[in-house]
């Protein structure tokens, strides 16, 4: 690892949340996945079945319906992380 770094995410193990925030994650979740997607293909990026960095294709420029369930595993994991510090922190979704 670069510098010897370690990661340190918050704490987020104790932080409970109610099946509304749970399909708010997902919202969140299929818009990261739009995000990225326009950022990729705004750089010149296509679908391709292999992800290649110099032909700029990529098999995850897909709708998000059409992903994978690890790669929507992986979204979901960042929407719902992101919400739950965002409670733990004090705020709330109302």
Request: aromatic share 8%.
């Amino acid at each position: 690892m670069k510098n010897n770094y370690v990661p340190h995410p918050a704490e987020l193990d104790g932080v409970e949340v109610d099946e509304r925030i749970m399909r708010l994650a997902e919202k969140i979740a299929e818009n990261t996945h739009e995000v990225w997607a326009a950022g990729r293909i705004s750089e010149g990026w296509k679908y391709g079945e292999k992800l290649d960095a110099e032909k700029k294709t990529h098999p995850m420029l897909v709708p998000y319906s059409e992903l994978p369930e690890s790669e929507k595993d992986y979204d979901r994991r960042t929407s719902l992380q992101t919400i739950k510090l965002i409670l733990k922190l004090g705020f709330k979704i109302i």
